[in-house]
Each structure stands twice: as structure tokens, then as C-alpha cells.
Antibody
Framework: QVQLQQSGADLAKPGASVKMSCKASGYTFTNYWMHWVRQRPGQGLEWIGYINPSTDYTEYNQKFKDKATLTADKSSSTAYMQLSSLTSEDSAVYYC?????????WGQGTSVTVSS | DIVLTQSPASLAVSLGQRATISCRASKSVSTSGYSYVHWYQQKPGQPSKLLIYLASNLESGVPARFSGSGSGTDFTLNIHPVEEEDAATYYCQHSRELPYTFGGGTKLEIK
């Protein structure tokens, strides 16, 4: 069965960077784009961007262009997202989601807390 | 960016009745015979679940009481008959062009 297993919660200081992972199983990793979504506490969903794991091609929401970097490792079927120059505004749950025609499978989310 | 406006922001529906959620786009999200709108359900503390893709296609495993319709700029998610387990927040999303934005969400309460 399709599963997206995300890395655990992260606590980071302002100005630091974090890198989270999303390990895919149960399907051919390179056949589907991987999307990332942010959800701040009590707020709605925000689309960050996606990566094509087959070609490493990426697209970003301009809002996250200088914040997020998406990568993928075909050998381990794992997608990564690095967030840089963290501020309290980046405290949120981040989800990865597989995309065949929409986001059909989601990871459980990685909670990032930015605090000094 | 295409802005998706959902209404209402919240609604309370009696068990067994119909829930109707609207999603209006700031420009057309339909082209070449397809409408690039998708609907998700999210329960507290959980990731979202895909319900409807491309405006009206029911995702595998989703109960038939969920249905989607619309084209151009106006889209609707219907749930009938509503069940207790449908209490959740519902989001629409478009994929017509970058960025793939979401609507603000509609919280459904079951009376």
C-alpha cells in the first residue's frame, strides 16, 4: 500500500535551517510528482511547490521561493524539503503529498517549531 | 495568482440532510474540457484526504454521498446524506496554473 512517512517534529532557532524528509513506499517513486503543503496552527493549507523525482525539476510558489528547497533521492525513494532563515512565521505542520492528478496520498506531517 | 473563495466559512447540517459548499475562483480554472478543481477533507490532527478531483470525479474509496460539480469559476461540493463522520474542514484547490492555491476552508458541523 502507498505510504508517505515523514520525519519527526523539529525544534529550531530563529535564523536556522531545517531539512525534513518524506519516504515513499508502495509505488514507483519516480512516476509521481511530490508536492509540499504548509499549515500554520489553526490556519488553512498553503501550497509550497513540487518536485518531479524523475528529473529533479521543481516548481515553487513564489511566496516560498527563497524559503523552501525541494530535493529527491531516487535511490531511497525519499523527498526532502529544506527551510532556511527560519522565523516564528515558519512554525507550522508541513505535509508531503503524492500527485497523479491531485494530492491522493499525504504524509502524516512534520511539525516545525521555531523558537529561541 | 488565482484566488479561491469558499463559502460559507462554516455550516451546521442535521444528520441525513444535505451540505453544500461553494468554491469560487477569481478566473476560470477550466480549459480543454477539464476543470482543475479538487476537494479535500481534513479532520483535526490529520492530513487531508482527497475526495473529488477534476471537479466531479470521485476518488477511489470515497463514499458516493460526496459529489462535485461546476465549471469555469463556480464549483460546488455536495454531501448527502450527511453522516456524523463528515464533521471536518473542507478545502478546494485548483491546479489550472501555478501556484496551485487552496480555498480558505469550510468547517462542517453535524447537528
Amino acid at each position: 500500500q502507498v505510504q508517505l512517512q515523514q520525519s519527526g517534529a523539529d525544534l529550531a532557532k530563529p535564523g536556522a535551517s531545517v531539512k525534513m524528509s518524506c519516504k515513499a513506499s508502495g509505488y514507483t517513486f519516480t512516476n509521481y510528482w511530490m508536492h509540499w503543503v504548509r499549515q500554520r496552527p489553526g490556519q488553512g493549507l498553503e501550497w509550497i511547490g513540487y518536485i518531479n523525482p524523475s528529473t529533479d525539476y521543481t516548481e515553487y510558489n513564489q511566496k516560498f521561493k527563497d524559503k523552501a528547497t525541494l530535493t529527491a533521492d531516487k535511490s531511497s525513494s525519499t523527498a526532502y524539503m529544506q527551510l532556511s532563515s527560519l522565523t516564528s512565521e515558519d512554525s507550522a505542520v508541513y505535509y508531503c503529498a503524492r500527485w497523479p492528478y491531485a494530492m491522493d496520498y499525504w504524509g502524516q506531517g512534520t511539525s516545525v517549531t521555531v523558537s529561541s | 495568482d488565482i484566488v479561491l473563495t469558499q463559502s460559507p466559512a462554516s455550516l451546521a447540517v442535521s444528520l441525513g440532510q444535505r451540505a453544500t459548499i461553494s468554491c469560487r475562483a477569481s478566473k476560470s480554472v477550466s480549459t480543454s474540457g477539464y476543470s482543475y478543481v479538487h476537494w479535500y477533507q481534513q479532520k483535526p490532527g490529520q492530513p487531508s484526504k482527497l475526495l473529488i478531483y477534476l471537479a466531479s470525479n470521485l476518488e477511489s474509496g470515497v463514499p458516493a454521498r460526496f459529489s462535485g460539480s461546476g465549471s469555469g469559476t463556480d464549483f460546488t461540493l455536495n454531501i448527502h446524506p450527511v453522516e456524523e463522520e463528515d464533521a471536518a474542514t473542507y478545502y478546494c484547490q485548483h491546479s489550472r496554473e501555478l501556484p496551485y492555491t487552496f480555498g480558505g476552508g469550510t468547517k462542517l458541523e453535524i447537528k
